[in-house]
């Protein structure tokens, strides 16, 4: 029996372990990547394990979610990163270079190489044909020392394509067509892989938008074929030498199938406040728009950049309408300011962004109050924007600018522009000047705002404390950890820790840190697809330091589950759905004998105030149990 793409990379890189689907592997890790976001306490927690420098084969440092630089607290991050860039030899991406999904497509990823970053968008290097996936940052620095990352041998799902996308139609409506289909949860510990002739339509940088988004389904990773399109971007890229061929054998088994016909498909959009709330643009026509933002690591690309300014070519955008755009790397940005398209999109009246995250982790350019957004980023969570009260909607650039023009909610194929010649160029503008390359010689340097990662202490012969708080269905780690004016607290745990859940309950960190001081445990209850989005540990860290030590929840999310094993933080699952609803918030609870269920997986949870015993299960490795015994992935790794 033939072997999948995906298949055929992890038996390259098995270091142990089965290759056997729902078996526990671990996998060599070629490249990293982190962002600064992410970042600082990934090369904190690399510095504690006092290594002189990193071990595997590349590993580059991005500033680009915080570029914003209200207060010291970013520039001294920055700071620390570049410097502890140049000590451990890290590649460093300056602030400006770009967002970093569509920087490392462009100089960096390969196929057939395993890729781990630190934000769960890195599986964008899937439409090269890499292994690309996201982790914490506990996991991105044991994998630069070296250490292989352990995963669950995924099932594979086959994407087929058949046709051809028609004229406004974009690789953005084929990932709302697959988000429409597969939801937002149940999707943990799979692959998506994208066969068919369809697949020889798409260029690379269309591929990359698709399997960007995949994150939204909460896939370990998607991937496309290593073709003639690959091989024409990187040689587009002065890369050509990085270039292999690589797909799924024909025999090769798969266990599901979906098949979308790229001819039949129309403009899509995702509605508030879920990527996964999917309705046609025919449907939305004629909803005003207040304002249209063009960027992100998801549609950012030079071809993105074209097409939505052909659009906007000859007019101006709506009275009511502010329009930003931000290109997604210097290179692109280079790429328009040369050709002209930069002089149109000024003419039209777009605000030109930075090339940086920005507006999609809420970092700038929040909606007005009872708002409509428009925006080509992947994630429209509530109060992600930084205006709990707007309604942010995703769509393609193509939507995005014609609707900017029309100022209500328009398909783009009613538009008059020509875009059928642009196609992906045969040569890139290629600077990589804003790279520093490590010369093992600079000094660390630590601002105030920068703490050592917070220790926990190993799990305790009784667990005993009260349910802090119950949240529902699709508790993002932006509600856990809200990004944007909170994100600067980054480096400073007990300052950031402040904040956990503060647009769900602000009074949490309050009452379990009351609960902490008394010596008491703390639970958090939770309905299904706990911990869903963005790969932000601290959405565990800070949550520890305050004294959580189990999440109870209906269904978590893979990252999210990694992140609190390797901060021992127990993350159990209700054996019964209906289980979720007996305990409310405030019940005193136990867990009975966890050292001896820690062995079986198999909890008691006892609800103390109802009298009644609750089962749960943890699904964890045998790597995670020992760390979860420990108390975390440092206390073991620190011994």
Do not use: W
Not at 264 to 281: D, R
Request: hydrophobic fraction near 35%; proline fraction near 5%; glycine fraction near 8%.
């Amino acid at each position: 029996m033939g072997q999948t793409q995906c298949y055929k990379i992890l038996s390259e890189h098995l270091v142990s372990g089965e290759l056997r689907k729902g078996e526990s592997i671990s996998i060599r890790i070629d490249q990293t990547l982190t962002q600064d976001a992410t970042g600082t306490m990934a090369y904190l927690e690399f510095e504690s394990l006092g290594l002189d420098r990193v071990r595997n084969e590349l590993a580059v440092s991005y500033v680009d979610h915080n570029t914003v630089q209200v207060g010291f607290e970013n520039a001294d991050d920055h700071e620390y990163l570049r410097t502890v860039a140049d000590n451990k030899g890290v590649i460093y991406s300056r602030a400006g270079n770009g967002i970093c999904h569509q920087v490392h497509l462009e100089r960096f990823a390969e196929p057939g190489k395993t890729l781990l970053g630190s934000d769960s968008h890195t599986p964008t290097a899937g439409g090269i044909g890499s292994f690309a996936a996201g982790a914490g940052g506990l996991d991105v620095a044991l994998a630069m020392a070296g250490v292989p990352f352990s995963i669950i041998a995924p099932r594979v799902v086959e994407i087929r394509l058949h046709g051809h996308l028609k004229p406004f139609v974009s690789a953005k409506d084929v990932i709302l067509k697959v988000l429409e289909h597969f939801g937002v949860k149940g999707n943990v510990n799979t692959v998506f892989e994208y066969t068919g002739e369809g697949v020889k339509t798409l260029s690379v940088p269309e591929r990359a938008t698709i399997t960007n988004m995949g994150a939204e389904c909460g896939v370990t990773t998607s991937l496309f074929p290593s073709d003639e399109n690959t091989r024409a971007f990187l040689e587009a890229q002065g890369r050509g030498k990085d270039y292999i061929p690589l797909s799924a054998d024909q025999d090769a088994q798969y266990d599901d199938l979906f098949e979308i016909d790229l001819s039949e498909l129309e403009p899509m959009a995702a509605c508030p406040h879920s990527p996964g709330n999917i309705k046609k643009v025919s449907e939305l026509e004629g909803m005003a728009v207040n304002q249209v933002l063009i960027g992100s690591c998801t549609n950012s690309s030079y071809m993105d950049l074209k097409r939505a300014a052909a659009i906007l070519s000859g007019h101006h955008v709506a009275p009511s309408v502010s329009l930003g755009v931000a290109p997604g790397s210097r290179e692109v940005f280079l790429m328009i300011a040369e050709d002209g398209t930069l002089e149109t999109l000024i003419k039209a009246g777009a605000r030109i962004l930075e090339s940086a995250c920005g507006f999609c982790i809420g970092n700038h350019q929040s909606p007005g109050t009872d708002s409509v957004s428009l925006r080509t980023s992947n994630r429209n969570f509530y109060a992600r924007s930084g205006t709990a009260s707007a309604n942010l909607y995703l769509v393609s650039p193509e939507t995005a600018a014609y609707s900017a023009i029309t100022g209500v909610f328009s398909d783009p194929r009613k538009s008059s522009a020509d875009i059928s010649g642009i196609t992906m160029p045969e040569k890139f503008i290629i600077d990589d000047s804003m790279f520093i390359k490590p010369t093992y010689s600079l000094e660390i340097k630590r601002g105030p705002n920068i703490g050592n990662p917070p220790m926990n202490t190993p799990l305790p012969e009784a667990v005993m404390g009260h349910a802090v708080i119950k949240v529902g269905d699709k508790i993002t780690t932006d509600h856990i950890m809200p990004a944007g004016a909170r994100l600067k607290y980054r480096s400073n745990i007990p300052r950031y820790a402040e904040f956990v859940f503060e647009s769900v309950d602000p009074e949490f960190p309050k009452r379990a840190a009351m609960y902490r001081d008394k010596g008491e445990s703390g639970f958090i209850i939770a309905g299904a697809s706990y911990g869903q989005g963005s790969s932000r540990e601290h959405a565990a860290i800070c949550p520890m330091y305050l004294g959580i030590r189990a999440v109870c929840a209906v269904s978590i999310e893979r990252i999210h589950q990694a992140n609190l094993c390797n901060f021992g933080i127990l993350p159990l699952i209700f054996r019964s759905e209906e289980d979720y609803s007996r305990i409310d918030q405030g019940d005193e609870l136990e867990l009975l004998s966890p050292k001896e269920a820690l062995k079986t997986g198999e909890f008691i949870l006892r609800d103390v105030t109802k009298n009644i015993d609750i089962p749960m299960d943890l699904f964890a490795s045998e790597d995670q149990k020992k760390m979860l015994l420990a108390g975390g992935r440092l206390n073991e790794v620190r011994k």
